[in-house]
C-alpha cells in the first residue's frame, strides 16, 4: 500500500457523512480519505426518496414534531433543533455542489412526501437522489489536491495510547496487507450494520465495522438495539442485497394490499408503524409478503418520479402500470451506533464519528424519512468544522506509545476479522436489547420482534 506512515487526519468512509466531511476539512492539512470496497458502494448511493429540509420558518414546529414522533420522542431535542437549523445551509451548499434536484416547468424546486411527515417538504432527484448527492460530493473530493482518496482499502483498527485516537491501522482489502498510519484526527464514516443481516437493503460490505472498532476499545456507542425495518421492499426469493421501493411512492399515494386484495393500514404512518402492520398482516394471512399497488398514482407522475423502481420491478416480471408488486420489509437503517455530539466528537479524544456509523440522538427510537441522508451532512461538516477550528497536532508520546507494538500479522487474515468484528457488534446489539428490556416492558418488546424475522442470517 503506497500510504505515508502520517496523515493530518483520516477520514474511513465515503458515503454522504465521509465525502462532506472530507470537503470541510482545512485545505491546508494532509488528508486520508479510504472506503473498503469501490467508492460507490456506499449506501448513500442508494437514497431514493430524498433529503429533508426546513422549507420556511413557520414549518419548524410540525417538522420537528414529525421528526420527534417518529421516534417516539427519544430523540435528543437539541440535536434535532440543530438539524433543522442547519438544513437551508445544506441545501444550499449542495445546490453550489451542482446537485440537481427536481424541479417544475417553472424551474422551481419540487417537494415530495413519505411516511410520518404532515407536509411535502422533501427534495428529490427522480428515485436516485442518493446517486445524485454522493456523485456530486464525490467528484468535487477528487478535485481537492489535499485529500488522498483510497477505494479498497479498510480500516481493521485505531491506534490508541489507550486514551487519544492517534491513528488507523489500514488493509488492503485485496491483497491483505496491512499498514499503521499515524494522524493527529480520525474521523469514522463507516456507515451501517445491514450486511450484517440477511435481509437488507444495505450494500452487503456494511458491517458496522466502526462500531466493532469501539466497542473493542471502549469507545462509548448508543441504542445499539435500535434498528430500523424498511415496511417496502421488493419481494424475491433470490439472495443478496434487497431493493427499496421508497416511500414515496406511499406518499404519492400508492397503497398496501392483503392477499385478498384489501387495504389493511394507513400507508402514511411512521416506518416501524407500518412495518409491524405489514407482520400482522402476513401472519394472518400466512404469507410472506403483501402488495403495494402504484396505481393510484397517475402513470406520468410515476414515469417521472419513479424511472427506477419502475424498471426494477419490470426486471422482476411486474409491471407496476397494470397490477401491484409484492413486497416485504427488510433492515434498512440502524439508530444506534458510536455516541457522538452536534459536533461528530466521541468519547475518545481525536475520534470522531459521523453519518449512519454515529447516534447523536437525532433519529430517536425510529429515523423520520430522509432525515439520514440531511444528518449525515450536517453532523459531518460540523465535525469538520470543529477540527479545523480546534486543531492541535497529537503530543509526540501519544503517537509513540500508539505505536508500540504495532502487530501486522494480527490484521492479514481479513476473514476472521470480519467475523470477530460482527460477533462484537451483535453481541452488543443483544447486550443493549437486554439492558432495555431489563428497563421495562416499554415498546421494546415490539422492536425486538421486528428485528429478530430479519436477522436469521
Ligand atoms: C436503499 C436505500 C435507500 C435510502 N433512501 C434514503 C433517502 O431517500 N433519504 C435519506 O435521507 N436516506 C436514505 N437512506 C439512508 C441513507 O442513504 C444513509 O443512511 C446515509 O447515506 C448514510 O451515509 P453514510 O455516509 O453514513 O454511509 P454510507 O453512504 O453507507 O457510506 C459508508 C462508507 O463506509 C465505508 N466503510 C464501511 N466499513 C469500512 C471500513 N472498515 N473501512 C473503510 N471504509 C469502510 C463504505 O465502503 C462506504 O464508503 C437510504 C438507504 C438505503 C440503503
Not at 402500470?321 to 439508530?335: I, R
Not at 481479513?414 to 468484528?421: A, I, P, Q, T, V
Amino acid at each position: 500500500m503506497e500510504l505515508r506512515n502520517k496523515y493530518d487526519i483520516i477520514v474511513a468512509g465515503a458515503g454522504a457523512a465521509g465525502l462532506n466531511a472530507a470537503l470541510f476539512l482545512p485545505r491546508d492539512k494532509r488528508i486520508l480519505l479510504v472506503c473498503k470496497e469501490g467508492p460507490r458502494q456506499a449506501d448513500s448511493y442508494l437514497a431514493q426518496g430524498g433529503i429533508c429540509v426546513l422549507r420556511w420558518d413557520g414549518d419548524h414546529d410540525a417538522y420537528f414534531e414529525d421528526t420527534m414522533r417518529a421516534g417516539h420522542y427519544e430523540n435528543d431535542p437539541e440535536t434535532v433543533e440543530c438539524m433543522l437549523r442547519c438544513s437551508r445551509e445544506i441545501i444550499s451548499d449542495l445546490l453550489y455542489a451542482g446537485v440537481r434536484f427536481s424541479r417544475d416547468g417553472a424551474g422551481n424546486l419540487l417537494y415530495t412526501r413519505e411516511g410520518g411527515h404532515s407536509v411535502n417538504r422533501i427534495l428529490y432527484r427522480e428515485d436516485r437522489t442518493g446517486r445524485e448527492i454522493a456523485s456530486r460530493l464525490y467528484a468535487r473530493v477528487r478535485k481537492l489536491p489535499n485529500v488522498d482518496f483510497r477505494s479498497g482499502t479498510a480500516l481493521a483498527d485505531i491506534l490508541t495510547d489507550g486514551e487519544q485516537c492517534a491513528g488507523a491501522v489500514l488493509r488492503d482489502v485485496r491483497t491483505g496487507e496491512t499498514k499503521a498510519v499515524f494522524a493527529d484526527y480520525v474521523i469514522l464514516a463507516t456507515g451501517g450494520i445491514g450486511g450484517l443481516f440477511r435481509f437488507s437493503t444495505n450494500f452487503r460490505g456494511l458491517t458496522g465495522d466502526g462500531v466493532a472498532i469501539c466497542l473493542k476499545h471502549g469507545v462509548a456507542v448508543s441504542d445499539l438495539d435500535y434498528v430500523q425495518i424498511h415496511p417496502t421492499t421488493l419481494y424475491t426469493k433470490k439472495r443478496g442485497r434487497r431493493f427499496l421501493i421508497s416511500e414515496s411512492v406511499r406518499g404519492e399515494g400508492a397503497v398496501l394490499l392483503n392477499g385478498a386484495g384489501r387495504r389493511f393500514t394507513d400507508e402514511l404512518m411512521p416506518r416501524d408503524v407500518v412495518t409491524a402492520a405489514i407482520y400482522a398482516e402476513m401472519e394472518k394471512e400466512g404469507g410472506d409478503h403483501v402488495w403495494l399497488d402504484l396505481r393510484k398514482i397517475p402513470s406520468e407522475a410515476v414515469r417521472a418520479h419513479f424511472p427506477s423502481i419502475v424498471r426494477r420491478c419490470a426486471e422482476e416480471g411486474f409491471d407496476v402500470f397494470s397490477e401491484p408488486v409484492p413486497v416485504v420489509p427488510a433492515q434498512h437503517y440502524f439508530m444506534g451506533g458510536i455516541r457522538s455530539d452536534t459536533d461528530g466528537r466521541t468519547s475518545m479524544p481525536r475520534l470522531f464519528a459521523v453519518g449512519e456509523a454515529c447516534c447523536n440522538g437525532v433519529h430517536g427510537k425510529n429515523r423520520l424519512a430522509s432525515n439520514s441522508l440531511l444528518e449525515s451532512l450536517i453532523f459531518a461538516k460540523r465535525a469538520a468544522l470543529r477540527i479545523a477550528n480546534t486543531y492541535e497536532p497529537a503530543e509526540e508520546q501519544t503517537v509513540k506509545r500508539a505505536g508500540q507494538g504495532f502487530d501486522e500479522g494480527k490484521y492479514r487474515d481479513g476473514k476472521s476479522l470480519s467475523r470477530e468484528y460482527a460477533a462484537l457488534v451483535r453481541r452488543g446489539m443483544e447486550a443493549a436489547a437486554s439492558a432495555r428490556k431489563a428497563e421495562g416492558p416499554g415498546e421494546g418488546g415490539k422492536a425486538d420482534k421486528t428485528q429478530r424475522k430479519t436477522s436469521e442470517k
